[in-house]
């Protein structure tokens, strides 16, 4: 039997909002490269997905969930298992939290982009640092995404989780070991949607600063092409960008993959791309630094899947 039949016949029976099998990832990721994932569930409410949960464990068939795609490299031949997609779980609200903060609650699939519109539009400050992360917010609180010197993790008070069994509970911060560019959270629980503490800020003001990293980005990054952010993590003292910059290695190509001649630490697909084209580049970009500098630089995408 095939994953895929195994997958299908764990299903059966279920009501699942969407299950597309042998799905190419090239076609969902922002990379716009990737193998085929054996099936790409999106479930509907938290029901749908406790009961899909629970049906893969007991068959022992491997799940991740994914958000927006935007920080994960899949290998050509794709993933053996079932993602877990957090499409449509997009709901936001704002309510008021003790001493004049707010909280900002919003579902996992819900993007960045949406929070910081919200907060905006409701003159919340806190968030201003997500304007233009592509994310969504299950894949910022598992990545502890951040930028301009903050983080998820100074903004989130709690999150709600889904563990293997289907089971929900609420973890508060301090639970969570979030570090650089990682919450600690074990891959397979499912991060169901969290909770942001906002405070009253000056509209124009928040306004102003979200339209300057706009700006930034637009000017820094190579937006025009797809990528998933920036490849390595920071080593500790120098920007990985300029460290590759320095290593001579700013705009190398190998087939239709390239380390950005914008920003060093982005590769951009310029087409035809391939995985297994970005994973010699990150071997490439990790040899070069070790044997030059001896940096270890470790990849800040998610690498998954199977080589074709
Ligand atoms: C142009 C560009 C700019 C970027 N700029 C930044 C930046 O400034 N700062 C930054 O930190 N990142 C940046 N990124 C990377 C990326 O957008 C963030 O890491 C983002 O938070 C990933 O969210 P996602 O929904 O796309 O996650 P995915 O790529 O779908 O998944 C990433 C990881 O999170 C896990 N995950 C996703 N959803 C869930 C969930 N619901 N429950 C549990 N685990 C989950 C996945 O299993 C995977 O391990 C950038 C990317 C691009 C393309």
Not at 61 to 75: K, Y
Not at 80 to 98: C, F, H, I, K, Y
Not at 121 to 143: D, Q
Not at 290 to 296: I, M, N, Q, S, T
Request: glycine share 12%; with cysteine.
């Amino acid at each position: 039997m095939t994953m895929r039949q195994a997958i299908a016949e764990a299903l059966a029976g279920l009501t699942i909002g969407s299950v597309l099998y042998d799905e190419p990832m090239s076609h969902h990721a922002s990379l716009r490269l990737g193998g085929p994932a054996d099936a790409l569930v999106a479930a509907d409410d938290e029901a749908q997905l406790a009961a899909v949960v629970r049906r893969l464990t007991q068959k022992g068939i491997a799940f991740l969930p994914v958000g927006n795609l935007t920080n994960i490299l899949v290998r050509d031949g794709g993933y053996r298992g079932a993602l877990l997609w957090m499409r449509g779980w997009d709901q936001t609200a704002v309510s008021p939290g003790p001493d004049g903060t707010y909280f900002l609650d919003a579902q996992a699939g819900a993007a960045l982009g949406r929070v910081v519109a919200l907060a905006a539009a409701e003159a919340l400050a806190g968030v201003e640092f997500c304007t233009g992360i592509p994310g969504s917010v299950g894949g910022a609180v598992r990545m502890n995404a951040g930028a301009y010197g903050k983080e998820i993790k100074d903004v989130v008070s709690r999150v709600t989780v889904m563990n293997k069994e289907g089971r929900v509970h609420q973890l508060r911060r301090e639970e969570i070991a979030f570090a650089y560019r990682r919450s600690g959270l074990p891959a397979d629980t499912i991060i169901c949607g969290a909770r942001f503490v906002l405070t009253r800020g000056d509209a124009g003001r928040i306004r102003a600063r979200m339209s300057e990293i706009r700006e930034w980005r637009q000017e820094k990054h190579p937006l025009q092409y797809p990528s998933a952010g920036s490849v390595f993590k920071n080593p500790p003292g120098e920007p990985a960008g300029r460290l590759i910059e320095e290593l001579g290695l700013k705009g190398r190509r190998l087939g239709d993959v390239q380390i950005s001649k914008k920003h060093a630490n982005f590769m951009v697909n310029k087409g035809q791309g391939t995985a297994a084209d970005m994973l010699e580049l990150i071997r490439l970009v990790q040899e070069t630094a070790r044997r030059e500098r001896g940096v270890a630089l470790e990849p800040e995408i998610v690498i998954i899947g199977e080589e074709r």
